[in-house]
Structures are given as C-alpha cells and as structure tokens.
C-alpha cells in the first residue's frame, strides 16, 4: 500500500482532522515487519479470495478494540488495558496516536472530525481528540454510572448509538460494590439528548448502522444471533429481530457464547462479525456468506488503506490486515 493514500472525508468538515493528525504522524514510530502469518482457506465471493493471505502487523499490544479509518489511510485502534490509541500505518508500521486515553474503547468521527470514544477507565462517552477540546457526552443514565460502554457508531445526522456491555462479573467474585445501570443500547440525540434504546439484550458489544442507516446491528456477545432494528428518521429504533444466526455460538466453561464482537459493514452493505469462530460474513438480509478464520480470536475489525479495500482485524493483543474483493462502506470512516 502507498504511503500517500487517502480516504476521501465524506463532508468537508472531516478535512480537519488532517490538520490535527500532522502533528502525530512525526511520533515516534515502533517499526513492525507485516508478514504472511496465515492464508484463507476459502473463498467468499465477492468479499476475499481463496488463498489470500492473512498479514501478521505486530503482536504484544495490551488489549486490542475499536479500530477506524483515518482520512489519511491508516487505520486507528485502541489498547484498552494500556491506556493508549494506537497507529498502523499504511507501511504496517505502528506509533501511538494518542497517550492517556481514559481507557479508549470503540471509535468514531462526528461531522466536525472530532475523535468520539466509548471510555471504560472513568465510564462515559465524549471527544477525546483533538486535545485540549475533549469533552464529556454522557456519562451515566437516570443517576447510575455505565457500567462498561462497548462500542459506537456515528449515525449522519451527529447522533451516536452506543453499547454499554455491563460489569465483568467473575464467577466466584463478588458483585460490584456501587450499583451501576444495567447493560443496554443508548443513542445520544443531535442535540446532546441522552436517550436508552434497548435494555433487553444480555451482553450488548459491537454496534454499527447500514449503510442506508436504515438498520441498526447489535452484537450479543451471549446470543446466538446478530440483532437488528429499524431506524426511524429521528434515530429511534423499532423491535428487535433475529437478524442472522451465528456458527461461532457454542457452549464454553461459563454457559453458552458466540463471542461476537465488533461489526463491520462494506460497500454492497454486508455485515462483517468477529465471533468465536473467526470474521463470520452476511448479506444484507441475513445469509451466512461464509467465514474466515483467524490464528487468534478476533475482537473488533474495520475496513481502511487505500479505497478501503484492506479489512483489518485486531484481538487477543495481536493485527492483522487481509486484502479484500470489496471496498468498506465509504460514507463512515466505519
């Protein structure tokens, strides 16, 4: 991939994230040599070729979430546990992107190009880049702190559609000690209205919208299924429905999982699902187009590089980056 390529922003106003990455880029750089570690096994038409190779760009990362395109082709991801968002750059070489993110999960851009992150260190959701104007969305529901917010997307409009997965409870450990609200989907409003969509789903993890944003997924980290809402055009959602059954769901030492993380979706608007059993892809209505399966489990993935034409996928502290048939859905930087 070239160094030069660039992700045309989808309103000028994303041009100034240009201006504010400038100043990052000259960091110092943690060299990686991105190598073939894998090959998919099978093709799944029109998305990857039989045989492409799944490229290693580094392991050892400290929690690996949130990956987004940024408008100069490189991709962004953050390292959770280590506090940090980190790099790759269109070469595979890494640097950090920015330090202190209060435990940064899922990203997006809102129409001013600013960094909007789901944070699980002080729980909220708000601005973290460009620094010195980070700012606070939510951060509780009804009085109760969010217990883990997940993942997000960023609808045209400004709104945001968040995941809040609750507290990891260990079997055998107590509860935690302060009451916190319960797992759910929220949507903040254009205008800064904090409004709770679902509260019925177990562990509600990746989040994303069609490409029309005429649907919103829900991964259900518990579930044996990828949920799905009609949006309404003030952002509020219909009933939830089954919307594709995943292979990945299994019976593990604590019940029942598929392990479904974050969502992707391409430009023909198929979804893409990091589960136990590698990426799993689906068409528009639901069908099981096929998988691809990972040397470590996937957490979260986004399309970026040139076009969008390269799927990367992070999890269990290591990236990978595979060249795809399709481009990523262009009007989102994910």
């Not at 082709?73 to 790099?87: H, K, M, P, V, Y």
């Not at 990203?107 to 909220?124: C, D, P, Y």
């Not at 309404?232 to 990945?248: E, H, K, P, V, Y």
């Given at each position: 991939m070239s160094n030069n390529a660039s992700i045309k922003p989808t309103r000028p106003a994303r041009s100034?994230?240009?201006?504010?990455?400038?100043?990052?880029?000259?960091?110092?750089?943690?060299?990686?040599?991105?190598?073939?570690?894998?090959?998919?096994?099978?093709?799944?038409?029109?998305?990857?070729?039989?045989?492409?190779?799944?490229?290693?760009?580094?392991?050892g990362f400290t929690g690996t979430e949130g990956p987004l395109a940024l408008p100069d082709?490189?991709?962004?991801?953050?390292?959770?546990?280590?506090?940090?968002?980190?790099?790759i750059a269109p070469d595979g070489t890494t640097s950090s992107f920015l330090e202190n993110s209060n435990g940064s999960n899922g990203?997006?851009?809102?129409?001013?190009?600013?960094?909007?992150?789901?944070?699980?260190?002080?729980?909220?959701v708000g601005v973290v880049y460009p620094q010195g104007h980070e700012k606070i969305l939510a951060d509780n529901f009804e009085g109760l702190p969010f217990g883990r917010p997940n993942d997000l997307v960023v609808d045209k409009r400004?709104?945001?559609?968040?995941?809040?997965?609750?507290?990891?409870?260990?079997?055998?450990?107590?509860?935690?000690?302060k009451?916190?609200?319960?797992?759910?989907v929220y949507y903040i409003t254009p205008g800064g209205v904090l409004k709770r969509l679902a509260h019925d789903i177990e562990r509600p993890n990746g989040i994303q919208l069609s490409p029309d944003e005429k649907v919103l997924y829900?991964?259900?980290t518990l579930g044996e299924h990828v949920l799905a809402y009609d949006v309404?055009?003030?952002?509020?959602?219909?009933?939830?429905?089954?919307?594709?059954?995943?292979?990945?769901w299994s019976k593990t030492e604590n019940g029942y999982s598929s392990g479904a993380d974050g969502l992707a979706v391409d430009e023909k608007g198929r979804l893409y699902v990091a589960s136990n059993i590698g990426i799993e892809v689906f068409s528009p209505s639901g069908e099981?187009?096929?998988s691809i399966a990972l040397p470590k489990k996937p957490q979260n993935l986004a399309f970026a590089g040139t076009g969008k034409r390269a799927l990367y996928v992070v999890g269990r502290g290591a990236a990978y980056r595979i060249a795809t048939q399709t481009a990523g859905y262009a009007g989102r930087a994910k």
């Open positions: 100034s994230v240009l201006l504010c990455l400038a100043g990052l880029l000259g960091g110092s750089l943690a060299m990686s040599s991105v190598h073939a570690q894998e090959a998919v096994a099978q093709a799944i038409p029109g998305v990857v070729a039989a045989g492409a190779r799944i490229e290693l760009i580094k392991e082709g490189s991709l962004a991801f953050t390292e959770t546990q280590a506090n940090r968002i980190t790099r990203l997006g851009f809102n129409g001013k190009g600013e960094l909007i992150s789901v944070q699980v260190a002080n729980t909220r400004g709104g945001i559609y968040f995941t809040d997965s609750g507290v990891n409870v260990v079997p055998g450990q107590p509860a935690p000690a009451a916190v609200a319960k797992p759910a829900v991964a259900n309404a055009a003030d952002g509020s959602i219909g009933a939830r429905r089954n919307f594709a059954q995943l292979a990945g099981a187009l096929g």
